[in-house]
């Protein structure tokens, strides 16, 4: 579907973006390039009527922090990536998909629904095990993983570009 | 509620609730076109206000998970996400 207000050469433009920022982080993107487009037109599509870059194959709120766990790429992204071969949009895939030796199949919605969804932001912090002395806390992003010890976390996360505010206090 | 219509073969009341940026939800709808079969689908993300509401509640009675596509059969068949056997099967052909 096409959209009003998106044009090819912005979708083009992101396509490459995202494509490389994933190729970067160890990440493979569909290579069906014209479902991916799809996608990645309904991912601007999103980000025009909502301010930020929801996910295209769930419903948005409009309140950023209410779909904070649903901004692309989202935190649903690289559960579904073990277990199925690919996230739930399937936009990213497993290498096994990437090379065309399975097909991506459909996928639960690993987001809880709405009922159980929190209201506000999550806090972000975790429990921690036993009382720990550190020079520095450790700070987890939430999309990949990716674990550093520093005051606080980066702007952007240097493996899967996810911004500051997906991070969480891991230690 | 705002539902399209797409002509064809009657296999019952079939309806999809779809997304308009889903990849999956295109996949389903195409599909459908290609078997021939007449449905109603509505794209619930282009909604606003109370009607969206009644939409997303409709589609939790059904498929509690809230997501989407959700095509639903009669009232009572419910497939949820892009499964092209099971619709292959459900609407027999
Ligand atoms: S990573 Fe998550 S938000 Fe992005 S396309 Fe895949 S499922 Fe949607």
């Known amino acids: ?171 | 509620m705002a539902t399209e219509h797409v002509d064809g073969t009657n296999r019952g009341n079939v309806v999809l609730y779809a997304l308009s940026t889903c990849g999956w939800c295109g996949k389903t709808k195409e599909l459908l076109r290609q078997m021939g079969v007449a449905f109603d689908f509505v794209y619930v993300d282009l909604l606003e206000g109370s009607e969206q509401d009644d939409a997303i509640t409709q589609v939790e009675k059904f498929n509690p998970q809230g997501s989407f596509p959700t095509l639903v059969i009669d009232d009572r068949k419910v497939i949820v996400g892009f499964r092209e056997q099971e619709i292959r099967e459900a609407l027999g052909s």
């Not at chain 1, 494509?19 to 479902?35: H, I, L, M, T, V």
């Not at chain 1, 409009?62 to 992204?77: F, H, M, N, Q, T």
């Open chain 1, 1 to 171: 579907m096409s959209f009003t207000g998106v044009s090819e050469s912005d979708v083009d433009r992101l396509y490459r973006v995202l494509k490389q920022e994933a190729e970067d982080g160890g990440y493979r993107f569909n290579p069906d390039s014209d479902f991916t487009k799809n996608l990645i037109r309904g991912i601007l599509k999103n980000e025009q009527r909502y301010g930020y870059r929801a996910c295209p194959c769930r419903l948005a709120s409009g309140k950023s922090a209410e779909d904070l766990d649903i901004v692309c790429p989202c935190d649903y992204r690289d559960p579904d990536l073990s277990e199925y071969g690919a996230c739930y949009c399937a936009l990213y895939v497993s290498d096994a998909v990437a090379e065309g030796k399975q097909q991506p199949p459909p996928i639960p919605d690993r987001r809880p629904p709405r009922s159980e969804r929190r209201k506000e932001a999550v806090v972000h912090t975790v429990a921690t095990g036993p009382v720990m002395t550190l020079p520095l806390p450790v700070w987890r992003c939430r999309v990949c993983g990716y674990l550093c010890a520093r005051n606080q976390p980066p702007d952007t996360c240097p493996i899967c570009k996810v911004k500051k505010d997906r991070f969480e206090r891991f230690i």
